[in-house]
């Protein structure tokens, strides 16, 4: 008899049948205890998912933190039946977890999402320097132009503190705002055009062109004025009537 074979006879012994088997009972109640630990792991993601979206909502319409206050207290009286709401604890009292999912959650996501889908593509870089008022020193923001779902996208990609600085400091700290960008994608550096920016256009476009052999993209101080003329002209010399319809669609 092969070993197989010998193995389920073994079980089929009369002997066998004496052997103690599991409980009924133990078994249904494991089986408990596992649908209970899924539901658990259910119910604590779609918390999670709640907060998540709570706490968008809160950046998104500019509240403070402190808006979301015993926020918990409205949701189990609103929603008493829901066990999502009752688990719902984005307090701001004591955790501050509003601002925790913000600044080390949600922030961080949105940035490396930004940073890969910029690496993908070929981007123009808006700077602009401006006197922060609560902190009463000159802030440079970093916004960034690229193609996206058929349109062109501008969004805020940095922000740096620069003090009393001159042309040097404003490119050394450009540099490092941008450093987690391919900078050789940048197509075209777009300036507010104070005489100081001159400057550093000048030497971010010789550090460009040593780093990488090719030139940015210069089309004057202000982009967007140059390059909506320039559309116009053009629209004037093509065909008179379509500026006509131009300006009838932009103000329909």
């Known amino acids: 008899m092969n070993v197989v074979g010998s193995y389920f006879n073994d079980k089929n012994t009369p002997e066998s049948k004496h052997q103690p088997q599991h409980s009924p009972s133990l078994s249904a109640a494991s089986s408990t205890l596992n649908i209970g630990n899924i539901e658990s792991r259910v119910v604590k993601n779609d918390v999670l998912d709640a907060e998540i979206l709570g ?5 998104k319409n500019h509240c403070s933190y402190k808006a979301n206050e015993d926020i918990e207290k409205m949701l189990h009286r609103m ?4 066990t999502i709401a009752s688990k719902f604890l984005c307090r701001e009292k004591k955790k501050k977890k509003t601002a925790y999912y913000a600044a080390f959650g949600i922030t961080p996501y ?3 999402l930004l940073q890969e889908n910029l690496n993908k593509k070929n981007f123009v870089l ?3 320097e401006s006197l922060n008022m609560m902190r009463q020193e000159k802030q440079m923001d970093i916004h960034v132009w690229y193609w996206q779902q058929n349109r062109i996208s501008t969004i805020y990609f940095n922000s740096v503190f620069l ?3 001159g042309s040097s400091d404003i490119f050394e700290e450009f540099l490092s705002a941008i450093a987690k960008l391919k ?7 777009s300036m507010d055009g104070p005489n100081v920016n001159w400057k550093f256009y000048s030497m971010l476009q010789d550090y460009y062109c040593k780093k990488f052999g090719k030139n940015l993209l210069n089309i004057g101080s202000c982009s967007l004025h140059i390059m909506h003329n320039a559309f116009k002209v053009g629209v004037l010399q093509a065909h008179g009537e379509l500026w006509i319809f131009n300006c009838i669609v932009l103000f329909v």
């Open 55 to 59: 706490t968008l909502k809160t950046v």
């Open 79 to 82: 929603f008493p039946d829901s």
């Open 110 to 112: 949105l940035e490396n």
């Open 126 to 128: 808006l700077f602009d």
């Open 163 to 165: 003090g009393h600085s």
């Open 183 to 189: 900078f050789f994608k940048t197509i075209q550096i």
